[in-house]
């Protein structure tokens, strides 16, 4: 997208959302990051009936930020990402910046938006993006040196469905990273994940702190 391209969705995004823009330090590294101000403006009952879908991806959740300061530190240099449900873009920008080639993927057609506006702002880079549904999962995606996801298992079904899109798109000796603070799923994805050749080679407990928020994210690093 040319420069005039993304200051064109970035005025459309501003106009249809309420908006804020924060800065997050990744490591070393700050970033400027634009988002929805509450992601309760977002919830559509229509979506909610269809299938339950509620907007997650407009927060920044510790997660996300742990394993965004996590891939800001690997080598991207001529080697790809594929980003699972990237929300606002964090992850995807730090990707980015640390030289990846990067798609970044989500159910929601304005989180794909961000993301698009982010990455470029921040790192004057264009990610590709793609709406990807997990439960019908696209087989035009290509494989990637590395897969990567955030908070991705609230959800019982995302256990199975996560380590499937993490089979279909993972090359042979690349490496997928899931962060995860506890949720429902994780032992369902690991178990899956296995059951698909797909084994925890590390698991490390990152600790989150700030205010009142105190969190231990797991993160969960997988190879064939």
């Not at 993301?115 to 790192?123: L, M, S, W």
């Not at 993006?129 to 609230?154: A, I, Q």
């Not at 079904?157 to 499937?164: K, M, N, Q, S």
């Amino acid at each position: 997208m040319s420069d005039a391209e993304l200051s064109a969705l970035r005025q459309e995004l501003t106009r249809r959302i309420r908006t804020t823009e924060s800065a997050f330090c990744v490591g070393d590294w700050e970033v400027s990051l634009l988002h929805p101000t509450d992601s309760d403006d977002l919830i559509r009952e229509e979506d909610f009936v269809r299938d339950e879908r509620l907007p997650y991806w407009a927060d920044i959740w510790p997660s996300g930020r742990l394993l965004a300061a996590y891939v800001r530190q690997l080598d991207g240099a001529g080697k790809s990402l594929l980003e699972l449900g990237c929300g606002a873009g964090l992850v995807s920008t730090a990707a980015a910046f640390a030289g990846f080639d990067v798609c970044a993927t989500d159910y929601y057609d304005d989180a794909l938006d961000f993301t698009k506006v982010n990455v470029a702002a921040n790192t004057r880079r264009i990610a590709t993006t793609r709406l990807v549904d997990w439960r019908d999962m696209p087989t035009d995606l290509g494989r990637f040196d590395y897969v990567v996801g955030s908070d991705v298992l609230y959800e019982k079904e995302y256990g199975e469905l996560v380590a499937r899109a993490i089979d279909m798109t993972l090359k042979r000796n690349g490496e997928a990273i899931i962060a995860d603070p506890g949720r429902i799923a994780a032992e369902d994805f690991v178990r899956n994940a296995a059951e698909r050749g797909l084994r925890v080679v590390a698991r490390e407990e990152l600790p989150f702190v700030e205010g009142a928020i105190r969190q231990t994210i797991n993160l969960y690093r997988l190879r064939r």
